[in-house]
T-cell receptor, first 113, second 108 residues
Framework: EPEVTQTPSHQVTQMGQEVILRCVPI?????FYWYRQILGQKVEFLVS????????KSEIFDDQFSVERPDGSNFTLKIRSTKLEDSAMYFC???????????FGPGTRLLVL | DAKTTQPTSMDCAEGRAANLPCNHS???????VYWYRQIHSQGPQYIIH???NNETNEMASLIITEDRKSSTLILPHATLRDTAVYYC?????????FGTGTSLTVIP
């Protein structure tokens, strides 16, 4: 099945800066997810997004995080004021057709200095 | 939290079958068994999933025991490109819970 693409592939930012990570679905899907993976650790769920609303979020997804689909296509994850511990790989995923299978993008590597 | 137990690491000779076990003794009746793999910090790649019956696709086979408390992922002819971390996940609903997986090394 077609995957999602993510931009940028790498992002370096200063602590306290805002970053926006983007997920571009190949076709018009409604169900999206964000996960993160800190180096050497597990893949962790952040948030799920269905039909332009958050359907579930984890404890990690605090007020510093937000998601939206501003133009009906791109799906974004915003971190308002980055912290050193936000350094991680961030993966977007979409739900497959007629099933609960999730298909992951290649990820964005975020480094906060 | 992850509801599965997998060996930390395994080796397999190139060209041989790789059999990756997974225990999920507390699986619920509506939960599927999913397998993903992750190659060196790339995005997790879907491999296969099943509920009760054994499944096969172009990548692998999934054998689920009759009591559904364990399963085995089989890569029939492992290649060097199959070296990855393999995650067994029981899933129903929204998010996937990734554990630490099995690090499979395919040896030439």
């Amino acid at each position: 099945e077609p995957e999602v693409t993510q931009t940028p592939s790498h992002q370096v930012t200063q602590m306290g800066q805002e970053v926006i990570l983007r997920c571009v679905p190949i076709s018009n899907h409604l169900y999206f997810y964000w996960y993160r993976q800190i180096l050497g650790q597990k893949v962790e769920f952040l948030v799920s997004f269905y039909n332009n609303e958050i359907s579930e979020k984890s404890e990690i997804f605090d007020d510093q995080f937000s998601v939206e689909r501003p133009d009906g296509s791109n799906f974004t994850l915003k971190i308002r004021s980055t912290k050193l511990e936000d350094s991680a790989m961030y993966f977007c995923a979409r739900q497959g057709e007629g099933a609960e299978t999730q298909y992951f993008g290649p990820g964005t590597r975020l480094l906060v200095l | 939290d992850a509801k599965t137990t997998q060996p930390t690491s395994m080796d397999c000779a190139e060209g041989r079958a790789a059999n990756l076990p997974c225990n999920h003794s507390t699986i619920s009746g509506n939960e599927y068994v999913y397998w993903y793999r992750q190659i060196h910090s790339q995005g997790p790649q879907y491999i296969i999933h099943g509920l009760k019956n054994n499944e096969t696709n172009e990548m692998a086979s999934l054998i689920i025991t009759e009591d559904r408390k364990s399963s085995t992922l089989i890569l029939p002819h492992a290649t060097l490109r199959d070296t990855a971390v393999y995650y067994c996940i029981v899933h129903a609903g929204n998010q996937f819970y990734f554990g630490t997986g099995t690090s499979l090394t395919v040896i030439p």
